[in-house]
């Protein structure tokens, strides 16, 4: 996600949104988006979820992934 620098204010309410979402949603959409059928052929990625995934859901951060 991209935003102005400077903005301090917005970057908080922006990383405590997505925090919440990652939380709170996380691991079901990553289940829903890559361990299930897509519409509308119903491919199915069968990618399962890695670890550095799954504490990333539990600890969300603004830190870049290597």
């Given at each position: 996600?991209?935003?102005?620098?400077?903005?301090?204010?917005?970057?908080?309410?922006?990383?405590?949104?997505?925090?919440?979402?990652?939380?709170?949603?996380?691991?079901?959409?990553?289940?829903?988006?890559?361990?299930?059928?897509?519409?509308?052929?119903?491919?199915?990625?069968?990618?399962?979820?890695?670890?550095?995934?799954?504490?990333?859901f539990?600890?969300?951060?603004?830190?870049?992934?290597?």
């Amino acid at each position: 996600m991209m935003m102005r620098k400077g903005d301090d204010q917005f970057k908080k309410l922006v990383d405590e949104t997505i925090a919440k979402a990652e939380i709170t949603e996380g691991e079901k959409l990553y289940q829903k988006w890559f361990q299930s059928p897509i519409p509308p052929k119903g491919l199915n990625l069968d990618l399962p979820m890695g670890e550095d995934m799954k504490e990333l859901f539990k600890g969300p951060n603004d830190k870049a992934f290597q």
